[in-house]
């Protein structure tokens, strides 16, 4: 089963203000459309499809070129805009297709999910809200008569249909249309009405964009921003008397070789912070080509890498260390490294994991060649 999200983004709409199209407006710190997008990136959604006004030049070169996203041509109004996205998608064979505006940033996954899952059992169904205001008809800002509310509902998107009807449908509607329900009901489709979300509004006005800010951010504090990461790290012995790991000096027939103290296990540690946060590993850092890095203490880069956490907004909650090795023996300091690596990562001793296994003589731990660590930090956003 095929799911496409069709985004419909070729208005000119500017009665939101700005001078802008309010697809295109910024909404904190992101343009509308990528809260729309950001909704529909999820693993019920196989294709995404945005449509777009050709006169957009700068968005068409931005989205032809974004791997996940398929581009089609704005028509001369919403119904044609829709026919042309959903042509260029028929080459996807494609089973169900949910069409949104591109003005509605604040739909739920929840609600995508409900739509779905009534395509299973119907050919067409939309999200709207039972209408429950008392109705007035006016002229020249006098209510002139009432209109009665029953049965009458507020209409929204995302609308889902089975794609090859909805298709047809389009392929043979003459003139306009309000939305695509309009459209798949002139061709003889009756649709089934999901609820809808009362948080799922479309920026249509200026006060639109606070309100719609308003329910992102309780959205925001709803969701929490996790990072993971995981490093790894070798390095072989050589000469020498000790060994330094997670920041713990163990005396040894043999020492580790590397450009800096060797620490194979806060090294890991290092590169799984670095690797969370995306950005890069000790390397790109603290470049081994560069004189003044050589038998640097490793606490030096593992405490650029959590300054760096802190200073994207990330807060470490926790590591878990693992010394892959024959000897020396780790258990009997496996402490005291918790409570070194606890005092430079600044948080409690209960989130820093420290432990050891052997690769049972195989490979090169095996052969006591060198010792391995493998390294997993847990982020979350400030």
């Given at each position: ?70 581009t ?136 639109d ?65 670095y ?12 470049p ?27 807060t ?11 000897y ?29 296994t ?25």
């Amino acid at each position: 089963m095929t799911t496409a999200a069709l985004i419909v983004a070729a208005g000119r709409g500017i009665r939101a203000g700005g001078g802008l199209p309010k697809q295109w407006r910024l909404l904190g710190d992101r343009r509308v459309i990528d809260w729309t997008l950001e909704a529909f990136r999820n693993p019920c959604i196989d294709h995404i499809c945005i449509v777009l006004n050709p006169d957009d030049t700068d968005i068409w070169q931005e989205f032809s070129a974004a791997p996940d996203i398929i581009t089609a041509q704005g028509g001369s109004d919403r119904a044609s805009s829709v026919r042309n996205g959903l042509k260029a998608l028929q080459k996807y064979s494609i089973d169900k297709v949910l069409i949104h505006d591109a003005a509605r940033p604040c739909i739920s996954r929840s609600l995508i999910e409900n739509i779905l899952l009534s395509l299973d059992t119907t050919s067409a169904a939309a999200p709207a809200l039972a209408v429950t205001d008392a109705l007035w008809q006016g002229d020249n800002e006098q209510v002139i008569g009432t209109q009665d509310r029953s049965g009458l509902f507020a209409a929204q998107t995302p609308q889902g249909f089975d794609f090859e009807t909805i298709l047809a449908a389009h392929t043979s509607h003459t003139g306009t249309a309000a939305d695509d329900v309009e459209v798949a009901r002139a061709a003889g489709h009756p649709v089934h009405i999901v609820s809808g979300d009362a948080n799922n509004i479309k920026i249509t006005r200026p006060q639109d964009f606070a309100r719609a800010a308003e329910i992102l951010q309780i959205k925001e504090r709803d969701t929490m921003d996790i990072r993971l990461g995981n490093g790894y790290d070798v390095h072989r012995f050589g000469d020498g008397d000790h060994v330094i790991l997670c920041g713990v000096k163990i005396p040894h027939d043999r020492g580790l070789q590397g450009h800096s103290d060797a620490d194979v296990g806060m090294h890991a540690v290092t590169d799984a912070i670095y690797g969370a946060l995306a950005q890069g590993d000790i390397g790109q850092h603290f470049p081994p080509s560069d004189p003044q890095w050589k038998g640097a203490a490793s606490d030096i880069f593992l405490r650029h890498a959590v300054r760096l956490a802190n200073e994207m907004g990330y807060t470490l909650s926790n590591i878990d260390c693992t010394l892959v090795c024959e000897y020396p023996k780790i258990g009997p300091r496996a402490e005291a490294m918790r409570q070194t690596m606890s005092d430079i990562l600044g948080i409690e001793p209960s989130r820093v994991s420290v432990k050891a296994t052997t690769s049972e003589r195989l490979g090169f731990t095996g052969r006591k060649e060198g010792i391995a660590a493998i390294a997993t930090a847990a982020l979350v956003k400030a």
